[in-house]
């Protein structure tokens, strides 16, 4: 777990914007992915690019599947209002127990701004 913060950290501060035209072909499949994820249900930015990169998931590298989502054009905090609204559609939360839940790492891993919004647009707060 530690190896997987070092190793995005890393990429982050490596990876440069980069546009549709420029992505390789393992990085425009993960947009296709992504793209396909996201229609289905809310992902946080962490959350994406690990269900990408994860062996579990999809298996792109950590680079190419920060690539690809940081080179689409995704409301993070509209993610996090699809995912509150998908488990309060599952079961009941406090409304810090949601935002914990969306902001945690074992969670959804969004933001805490972004999990404040989600919870309080689904109305748990």
């Keep these: 777990m530690d190896f997987f913060k070092v190793a995005m ?16 072909g393992p990085q425009n499949n993960a947009v296709r992915s992504a793209k396909q994820y996201l229609s289905m249900q ?19 590298t950590v680079a ?12 993070w905090n509209q993610q996090a209002v699809k ?3 998908q488990y309060l559609s599952i079961q009941g939360f406090s409304c810090k127990g949601l935002i ?4 945690s790492n ?5 933001t805490v ?12 707060c």
């Design 83 to 85: 995912s509150a609204k």
């Design 100 to 103: 914990r839940q969306l902001s």
């Design 42 to 60: 809310g992902f946080s930015r962490n959350g994406l690019i690990r269900q990408l990169s994860s062996e579990a998931g999809d298996g792109y």
């Design 64 to 75: 190419d599947a920060t690539v690809a989502v940081d080179s689409l054009n995704v409301d």
């Design 106 to 110: 074992a969670g959804d891993r969004y």
């Design 9 to 24: 950290t890393a990429v982050l501060f490596v990876s440069a914007p980069t546009w549709a035209g420029d992505l390789t």
């Design 113 to 124: 701004s972004q999990a404040t919004y989600g919870a309080r647009q689904a109305d748990a």
